[in-house]
């Protein structure tokens, strides 16, 4: 034992002296570092600060190659090796906290900065930032009867979880003691399970459902969580987050606390309360961690056991994004400002719900914006309330449709409209309208691909001719997993897989194909993040000469690609080609390469 911490026999807390003389010898922190930063007395305000954390907050370089910079994880990391402990990222999406709440109290947990994060019937996993203090091991050894597994955190990780875990689980269950159960007992009818959330007596502005709901806003947001889920059942209810297009199961309540998790919620969003058999639409706001706004679309629906709650997160900073941040080329971004920067026309974004169409359209918009353009939309719902847009929302109950908003708002002098989507023939009607009296129109349709948007113009009823005459262009997209920068590797890719992907394609691949490893920061998936692929189809005199009654859709197809437009599969390709996504991935969401 040649550390001066580990050289320190008996359980003992970690001493900033003798960290900083073990990290000096093992080259981690210049000897000229270690020197300045100063020795805190254990006072009562300092003591509860991690000497890892003092160091890590003077944001050192390694004194050694590769010099790079000593973060708390890599603090903890070194850590952990010192110790001869394992070292765990504490990952809060696998964790069940009703279980490992249950394995101790919160005082017992406090008291020695131990955290468990995996209990099964033969062993406990705890993790700690202070390796060397002892003496709970054989305690809960002994009372558990299960194997003691010690392994090493981030201190701010570990006192973070610790409270989060014990005061969401104590604030459920001081919700369910307090809801009355007896007509949760027996068997229920179907109009009784419709009526669930009038079960209990549990109100919604109860400090603990609203503590509850607090923690579970903050908790999507910091997972960077998309959609949120409030799934009833009959009696454990889940909680679903949608993360890079994947959900993960995050947490479960007892029905009870979910029907009041949920009314808490409807209240926040402005819902009819009271109103627990029909489908309802709201919204909310609420700051994330350094301040800005978040908008929040609430969507509800009834089902046999209470209503479900489908939250989708609006955070402006990824919402509005760049044209190189939402995925595309360099020759796509000159192809779509090209489109976007004419004066009057239509323009149709294409694709399925969840593949990016609303942050392609707002980003668009953001971009056209100016303060001599009047902008204007008509959403159904309004995704986000963006200051330089004049929004208008969609309420069918008072016959507000999208063909009489769009009447409405050609009569409010716009420069640029955005209807949330075309569904019938009025509002395509309008839409050309619009189009034809000088307006550029931007809307949504949803179709497999870019060319079947002109097919579906027609089947709607939309002549050839006002196609001919208005159509400026479409754009498909899907969202694709980007692999983790943190762990991506090069890799042998399936042959077969690629030639499906890129057949009848020729493409030549000079890279070398990368493949997801899984890490830490990706949570072992591999991938970290989406981005979007685009088919964009743009017209031109010789595809415009195609669009008449009788029009062949793979005739169409066959000359915008001889115009120079990529199928989606093939924008994919050259994505995989990029290094920033696998084949894998292009194939589950776009499908196989387009016949030319």
Known sequence: MTNAIMKNHGPHRLDLGELLEDLVADGMVAQADAARIPRLAPTKDKAEVHPLKIIADRRLNRASPPHELLTLETLTAWLAKTADLPYQRIDPLKIDVTSVTGIMSYAYASRFKILPIEVTDEQVVIATSEPFVTEWEEELHRILHRKIVKVVANPVEVSRYLVEFYALN???KRAFGMADQTRLAGTMNLEQLLELGRAGKLDANDRYVVNI?????QYAYDQRASDIHLEPRRD???IRFRIDGVLHLVYQLPTVVMSAVTS????????DLAEKRRPQDG??????????????????MPTVFGEKLVMRIFDPEVTIRSFEDLGLSKSEISAWKGMVSRPNGIILVTGPTGSGKTTTLYSTLKHLARPEVNVCTLEEPIEMVEPRFNQMQVHHGIGLDFANGLRTLLRQDPDIIMVGEIRDLETAEMA??????????FSTLHTNDAVSAIIRLMDIGVPHYLIRATVLGVVAQRLVRTLCASCKQEGAVDEDLWQALISPWKMTRSNAFYQPAGCLECRE?????RMGIYEIFT?????????????????IRAQAIKEGMYPLAIAGAKKVCAGLTTVEEVLRVAGAGSEI
């Open 170 to 172: 104590e604030s459920v």
């Open 213 to 217: 709901v607090d923690w579970l806003l």
């Open 236 to 238: 454990n209810s889940d």
């Open 264 to 271: 808490r919620i409807k209240v926040l969003g402005r819902m």
């Open 283 to 300: 919204r909310l706001k609420t700051k994330s961690p350094a301040g800005g706004e978040i908008e929040l679309r609430l969507s509800t």
């Open 432 to 441: 050309v309208q619009a189009a034809l009296t000088g307006h550029l129109v």
């Open 525 to 529: 998936t591999g991938y970290r993040g």
């Open 539 to 555: 017209m031109s005199p010789a595809l415009l000469q195609l669009i008449k009654p009788d029009a062949d859709i793979s005739q």
